[in-house]
């Protein structure tokens, strides 16, 4: 199976190539990438794709391996010792299964999402690479080995917050993806807005990509801020004019609260806005 991309998913070709060379290699896809690239929608849609089970597993900075792999409900085992049920005799019903066993168990071949797995711990990458690399896990409750019936595509997403584990690393492919050219964010944009008229796209791809250049900004606009601005524009009937006079005269953007989410950023676009129109008059 090769990984082609998808009708709502643009994926490059260098993208397509990482999928297709991680699952050969069956090693994990480790991408990162500016927020808002589509990481975390790269393992649905190679799912979707490759019409292959899915299954996700969203990491916070409490998580834990272990709650990948399953928990042991002990305070729910105690409070039927109390009420005197019957079940409480078979250890079994207490054991939570994690979206690791559930992925473990799906009779075809799934994808796996670790999403945003820098949020955890330190140590979290490296308490998981054997599980990983042997596609088992031993459940000491039950005394029983969960190995999985096929092997996943697990793509592992990382926004770069923390370093990971060398010996976390040497076990990925990496693939980090680049913030998409013009052609690229034209093509994606039109996916989803088919019917956005081009001279609204052509305007404000070009305010867009001006207003990433800005030196200086705290956090640059990304790609599904883009989709949501031009939403807005679109549901507001922004006349394309308008955005080309935004450009000339050095003025804020309509709406521009898509684009710029802090207020150091809005003040650092304002300022220079200001310096560029005096220039300009004189």
């Given amino acids: 199976m090769q990984f082609k ?23 994990p896809l480790l991408i990162k990438g500016e927020p808002g690239t589509g990481k975390t929608l790269l393992a649905e849609e190679v799912a979707t794709g490759l019409g292959l089970p899915f299954f996700e597993w969203h990491v916070k900075s409490t998580t834990k391996a272990q709650q990948g792999l399953y928990e042991y409900d002990a305070v729910s085992r105690l409070r039927d010792s109390q009420l005197g049920g019957d079940r409480v005799h078979d250890i079994a019903n207490y054991i939570v299964k994690g979206p690791l066993w559930h992925c473990f168990e799906s009779d075809a071949q799934p994808v796996l999402l670790i999403d945003e797995i820098d949020k955890a711990d330190i140590e979290f990458p490296n308490d998981l690479l054997r599980e990983l690399d042997r596609m088992e896990f031993y459940v000491y409750e039950t005394q029983t080995v969960v190995q999985a019936r096929h092997r996943p595509i697990i793509v592992i997403t990382s926004n770069n917050e923390k370093e990971l584990p060398d010996a976390f690393l040497r076990r990925c492919f990496f693939h980090y993806i680049n913030f998409p050219a013009k052609e690229t964010m034209q093509q994606i944009v039109q996916v989803h807005f088919p019917g956005l008229k081009k001279e609204l796209l052509r305007e404000a791809m070009e305010l867009f990509f001006e207003l990433r250049e800005v030196p200086g900004l705290k956090k640059k606009p990304s790609t599904s801020e883009l989709l949501d601005w031009l939403k807005l524009l679109m549901a507001e009937d922004v006349d394309p004019a308008t955005l ?14 898509a684009l710029l989410k802090n207020e150091q950023d809005v003040h650092l676009f304002e300022r220079l806005m200001f310096i560029a129109r005096r220039s300009k008059s004189n």
């Fill in 5 to 27: 991309g998808t009708d709502t998913y643009v994926a490059t070709d260098d993208l397509k190539m990482a999928v297709n060379a991680a699952a050969t290699l069956q090693r």
């Fill in 244 to 257: 080309r006079e935004t450009t000339q005269h050095k003025m804020m953007p309509p709406l521009y609260g």
